[in-house]
């Protein structure tokens, strides 16, 4: 299965950006969706942005405008840019793949998780 690293976080000023890497090995990636989540101190995990098997995006409403998910299948990269971070963008953030299955990328079920990389915004 596919072992997934994240890089890139760190401490940011409020209206910076950050690039987030999630560099996968252990299998090819153009099968599987993948996607960012993030999980700051006393939340829930929340979707940040994702990107279906087929190439296609989707992003939070929180970050609609002010990101871009990118899957580079050759070089087994996903990454994630925001720009002007905000406070409340703090959170661990989380790479995962999931393998589509009936139509659906359930990530929660079925996901291989990163080990996570954070964020600080401040």
């Known amino acids: 299965h596919v072992q997934l690293v994240e890089s890139g976080g760190g401490s940011v000023q409020v209206g910076g950006s950050l690039t987030l890497s999630c560099v996968a090995s252990?299998?090819?990636?153009?099968?599987?969706?993948m996607g960012w989540f993030r999980q700051g101190t006393g939340k829930q995990r929340e979707v940040v942005a994702t990107v279906d098997s087929d190439g296609t995006p989707t992003y939070a409403d929180f970050v609609k405008g002010r990101s871009t998910v990118s899957k580079d299948n050759a070089k087994y990269i996903l990454n994630l840019r925001v720009n002007n971070l905000k406070p409340e963008d703090t959170a661990m953030y989380y790479c995962?793949?999931?393998?589509?299955?009936?139509?659906?990328?359930?990530?929660?079920?079925?996901?291989?998780w990163g080990q996570g990389t954070q964020v600080t915004v401040s």
């Open positions: 252990g299998d090819t990636i153009g099968r599987y969706c």
């Open positions: 995962a793949a999931v393998i589509k299955l009936q139509r659906k990328c359930d990530y929660s079920r079925y996901g291989y």
